[in-house]
T-cell receptor
Framework: NAGVTQTPKFQVLKTGQSMTLQCAQDMNHEYMSWYRQDPGMGLRLIHYSVGAGITDQGEVPNGYNVSRSTTEDFPLRLLSAAPSQTSVYFC????????????FGPGTRLTVL | DAKTTQPNSMESNEEEPVHLPCNHSTISGTDYIHWYRQLPSQGPEYVIHGLTSNVNNRMASLAIAEDRKSSTLILHRATLRDAAVYYCIPLEGNNNDMRFGAGTRLTVKP
């Protein structure tokens, strides 16, 4: 199993550009989520999904969209990047919910100029 | 959500035990206490979790106070690889919103 994979590892955007951060898992997990981590801080939940076709907002959803068309994939879209979105983004998955062991991806480091 | 208080940082010597405390005085009766850690430049990884009684696994032990207002993560013999930020996270059973705080940065000295 590859576990949770994220692409790209690094990305630089200009203000106003859009992009999609990819997240995939091969463990047949129902629950997937996206977090952001700003320097020196803990992780903050952006969006999560409890299964294909179901998504919900976390603590800091503004500026981000998600969809879950398959169990395996949970992409995060930035529609119009802003410097405040410069951060490291982590995707995670777990068997059924956040109370199960969560497996995190290696992260995507995003810089918005 | 229960509020947690953890020391900003702690130091330990290699091969000595480490006790990482967490106060969660507003925890509800159904909140499990989860611990994750984040090694440098990596995503967090699960360490252990429990509800009321003490828990052990191959990585660590979790000691939960009888009133559940605090808990302690115990690393029995710290190694250099255990240097990480440790997060204590109370989580209600049917809640899908896991909130990470600032955690405790553990430094292990050789």
């Amino acid at each position: 199993n590859a576990g949770v994979t994220q692409t790209p590892k690094f990305q630089v955007l200009k203000t106003g550009q859009s992009m999609t951060l990819q997240c995939a898992q091969d463990m047949n997990h129902e629950y997937m989520s996206w977090y952001r981590q700003d320097p020196g801080m803990g992780l903050r939940l952006i969006h999560y999904s409890v299964g294909a076709g179901i998504t919900d907002q976390g603590e800091v959803p503004n500026g981000y969209n998600v969809s879950r068309s398959t169990t395996e994939d949970f992409p995060l879209r930035l529609l119009s990047a802003a410097p405040s979105q410069t951060s490291v983004y982590f995707c995670a998955s777990s068997r059924e919910g956040v109370g199960d062991t969560q497996y995190f991806g290696p992260g995507t480091r995003l810089t918005v100029l | 959500d229960a509020k947690t208080t953890q020391p900003n940082s702690m130091e330990s010597n290699e091969e000595e035990p480490v006790h990482l405390p967490c106060n969660h005085s507003t925890i509800s009766g159904t909140d499990y206490i989860h611990w994750y850690r984040q090694l440098p430049s990596q995503g967090p990884e699960y360490v252990i979790h429990g509800l009321t009684s003490n828990v052990n696994n191959r990585m660590a032990s979790l000691a939960i106070a009888e009133d559940r207002k605090s808990s302690t993560l115990i690393l029995h013999r710290a190694t250099l690889r255990d240097a990480a930020v440790y997060y204590c996270i109370p989580l209600e059973g049917n809640n899908n919103d896991m909130r990470f705080g600032a955690g405790t940065r553990l430094t292990v000295k050789p």
